[in-house]
Every structure is written in structure tokens, then in C-alpha cells.
Antibody, heavy 121, light 106 residues
Framework: QVQLVQSGSELKKPGASVKVSCKASGYTFTNYAMNWVRQAPGQGLEWMGWINTNTGNPTYAQGFTGRFVFSLDTSVSTADLQISSLKAEDTAVYYC??????????????WGQGTLVTVSS | SYELTQPPSVSVSPGQTASITCSGD??????SCWYQQKPGQSPVLVIY???KRPSGIPERFSGSNSGNTATLTISGTQAMDEADYYCQAWDSSTGVFGTGTKVTVL
């Protein structure tokens, strides 16, 4: 069965960096795009962007350029999200979500369990 | 930037029908999907490509999309359907989520 298992919660100080990992299993990793979604405490879902798991080419949504980096390790079917120069407002749950369907009709059919990143001095 | 607007809350009695709207400019020209999120859990896809239900999603969930509005309908609402619901669509290759609707089953 398809599973996306994310790394555990992180507590970081402002200015530090963090890496969130998402390990996929139960399907061919390179056949599906991987998306990242943020949810700040008590807030809604926000699409951060996606990475092409075939080419490694990332696409970032507005507001997620510069400090946010998507990467892959296809040898272990893992997608990573790295955030640098952390700020208090980066405190959120970060989800990876598999993208299915074709351009214009992509939907997120499987989600990781979420990783809480807390930024506090 | 493209926006999808949902009512903040919808209340429904058990066994009745709940309708959740999602409004966006020419949304009917795009594919919409819907996610259910219960407290402390990850979102779950309940409708994709406007009207399709993933395997395992009960038939009481249905979707439609026309004009500027997509609608998620829950027929015969059960207590277990109490959750936040988010619509989602794509605009110029950018994913956009709706503002979210809290469904309360009274």
C-alpha cells in the first residue's frame, strides 16, 4: 500500500535550518510528482510547490522562493524539504503529498503524516 | 493571484444534506477537488476532477463544478463527517487551496 512517512517534529531557533524528509513506499517513486503543503497553527492549507521526481526539477509557489529548497534521493525514494534562515512565522506543520493525474487536473491522493516545525528562541 | 473562497462554517443535522461551496473566477473551467481534514490528522482526498470519488470514500460524498462555483455535497451526513473541508484547483500551474469550511454535525 502507498505510504508517505515523514521525519519527526523539529524545534529550531530563529536563523537555523531544518530538513524535513518524506519517504515513499508502495509505488514507483519516479512515476508521481511530490508536492509540499504548509499549515500554520489554526490556519488553512497552503501549497508550497512541487518537485518532478523524474528530473529533480522543483517549482516553488510565490512566497516560497529563496529559503525553501526541494530535493530528492531517488535511491531511497525520499523527497526532502529544506528551510534556511528560519523565522517564527515558519512555525507550521509541513506535509508532503503525492500528485496524481495530469496537468490542470492534478490531485493529492496520498499525504504524509505531517512534520511540525517549531521556530522559537 | 487566484483565490478560492469558502464559507467559514456549515452546520448540518445528522442524516441531512450538507453543501459546501467554493467560489473562484471561472472555476468551472478548471478541475476542482476536495479534501477532508479531521483535527490532528492529515488531509484526505474525497473528490477529484470535480466529481470522482477515490476508492474507499463513501457514496454520500459527491461533487459538482460549474460557472464560478464548485460544490461538495454530503448526503445523509454522519457524525464522522464533522471536519474541515478544503477545495483545491490549479491556476497557471499554481496550486490553490480554498479558505476552508468547518462542518459541524449538530
Amino acid at each position: 500500500q502507498v505510504q508517505l512517512v515523514q521525519s519527526g517534529s523539529e524545534l529550531k531557533k530563529p536563523g537555523a535550518s531544518v530538513k524535513v524528509s518524506c519517504k515513499a513506499s508502495g509505488y514507483t517513486f519516479t512515476n508521481y510528482a511530490m508536492n509540499w503543503v504548509r499549515q500554520a497553527p489554526g490556519q488553512g492549507l497552503e501549497w508550497m510547490g512541487w518537485i518532478n521526481t523524474n528530473t529533480g526539477n522543483p517549482t516553488y509557489a510565490q512566497g516560497f522562493t529563496g529559503r525553501f529548497v526541494f530535493s530528492l534521493d531517488t535511491s531511497v525514494s525520499t523527497a526532502d524539504l529544506q528551510i534556511s534562515s528560519l523565522k517564527a512565522e515558519d512555525t507550521a506543520v509541513y506535509y508532503c503529498a503525492r500528485g496524481s493525474g495530469s496537468t490542470g487536473g492534478v490531485y493529492f491522493d496520498f499525504w504524509g503524516q505531517g512534520t511540525l516545525v517549531t521556530v522559537s528562541s | 493571484s487566484y483565490e478560492l473562497t469558502q464559507p467559514p462554517s456549515v452546520s448540518v443535522s445528522p442524516g441531512q444534506t450538507a453543501s459546501i461551496t467554493c467560489s473562484g473566477d471561472k472555476l468551472g473551467d478548471k478541475y476542482s477537488c476536495w479534501y477532508q481534514q479531521k483535527p490532528g490528522q492529515s488531509p484526505v482526498l474525497v473528490i477529484y476532477q470535480d466529481t470522482k470519488r477515490p476508492s474507499g470514500i463513501p457514496e454520500r460524498f459527491s461533487g459538482s463544478n460549474s460557472g464560478n462555483t464548485a460544490t461538495l455535497t454530503i448526503s445523509g451526513t454522519q457524525a464522522m463527517d464533522e471536519a474541515d473541508y478544503y477545495c483545491q484547483a490549479w491556476d497557471s500551474s499554481t496550486g490553490v487551496f480554498g479558505t476552508g469550511t468547518k462542518v459541524t454535525v449538530l
